[in-house]
């Protein structure tokens, strides 16, 4: 049972640059979202989807992007990454209950 | 204004004592609260959670105390292991809408052989 898988573990990205983080869960599940964890905080929402073709904003979603074209699949796009998006990003996804699946992370630099 | 806090960012007890991780929420509209533990390296996973018509959940040696009116909850882990040393983040969302939760900043918890 593979849960919440992120891809990649770690990247570094210079200024400017776009990329995509990948996030698939295998449990079925409507709900997913996008955390991010700076040093010495806690997670906050980027973005979020309630179902296929069901996106939006959470806390923090400037210079983020993200689809659900199906059920597994959420991934995160940075578009023009910028210092301040040095984080550690996390996907979730949740099914009928309350309780939040988390990946293991991507450690995001960009420098 | 941050809804969710846990005031204690690190705490340190002695294998096989108490160890208690205080939150407190400000958003009324709460009503189910979460802790997760987290590792090094790992995400977090789910501990323990309560809702808002309980006052306590027990689950082996953890157990969550909601008070309502004070808008504070707190994880009780009786006795302490070395391998619960980790960080514990505390969450809370309305029931219906529990995924979209917002955490609290963290607390260490060390455990002492």
């Known amino acids: 049972n593979a849960g919440v898988t992120q891809t990649p573990k770690f990247q570094v990205l210079k200024t400017g640059q776009s990329m995509t983080l990948q996030c698939a869960q295998d449990?079925?599940?409507?709900?997913m979202s996008w955390y991010r964890q700076d040093p010495g905080m806690g997670l906050r929402l980027i973005h979020y989807?309630?179902?296929?073709?069901?996106?939006d904003q959470g806390e923090v979603p400037n210079g983020y992007n993200v689809s659900r074209s199906t059920t597994e699949d959420f991934p995160l796009r940075l578009l023009s990454a910028a210092p301040s998006q040095t984080s550690v990003y996390f996907c979730?996804?949740?099914?009928?209950?309350?309780?939040?699946?988390f990946g293991e992370g991507s450690w995001l630099t960009v420098v | 204004d941050q809804q969710v806090k846990q005031n204690s960012p690190s705490l340190s007890v002695q294998e096989g004592r108490i160890s208690i991780l205080n939150c407190d929420y400000t958003?009324?509209?709460?009503?189910?609260f979460l802790w997760y533990k987290k590792y090094p390296a790992e995400g977090p996973t789910f501990l323990i959670s309560?809702?808002?018509?309980?006052d306590k959940n027990e689950d082996g040696r953890f157990t969550v105390f909601l008070n309502k009116s004070a808008k504070h909850l707190s994880l009780h882990i009786v006795p302490s292991q070395p391998g619960d040393s980790a960080v514990y983040f505390c969450?809370?969302?309305?029931?219906?809408?529990?995924?979209?939760?917002?955490f609290g900043d963290g607390t260490t918890l060390t455990v002492k052989p």
């Open positions: 979730a996804s949740r099914g009928s209950g309350n309780t939040i699946y």
């Open positions: 449990m079925n599940h409507e709900y």
């Open positions: 989807s309630v179902g296929a073709g069901i996106t």
């Open positions: 958003n009324s509209m709460f009503d189910y």
């Open positions: 309560i809702s808002s018509i309980k």
């Open positions: 969450a809370a969302s309305a029931f219906s809408n529990a995924g979209k939760s917002t």
